[in-house]
């Protein structure tokens, strides 16, 4: 996720203010790139465990594949939806 423009506000502002804030400041941009590219890399790993593990043991089990695809869809919208929140949520911390 890009910057939201409000942080970007922020980041302009505290530029402006006096010594030794700006300073202090400059790490937490980075920090927070940081942390969304975790969420990225958590939710990887979670939807290829889910595909190349989790899956697998149901088509293995001889679950139907309709179940295995309703499973991948619901699966996806909720943690996508739960992830999206976190990447959005983070900025404001």
Known sequence: MSQPHFRQQITEYIGRLPAPLPQLWRPVDPLHHSIDAGIDRMERFH??????????????????????DRYRG?????????????????WYV
Do not use: E, K, M
Not at 47 to 68: E, K, Q, S, Y
């Open 47 to 68: 939807t290829g465990f889910r595909d190349n593990v989790v899956l697998r043991l149901a088509a293995r089990l001889h679950a139907r594949p309709a179940a295995i």
């Open 74 to 90: 619901v699966d996806s919208r909720v943690f996508g939806s739960i992830y999206g929140w976190f990447r959005t949520a983070h």
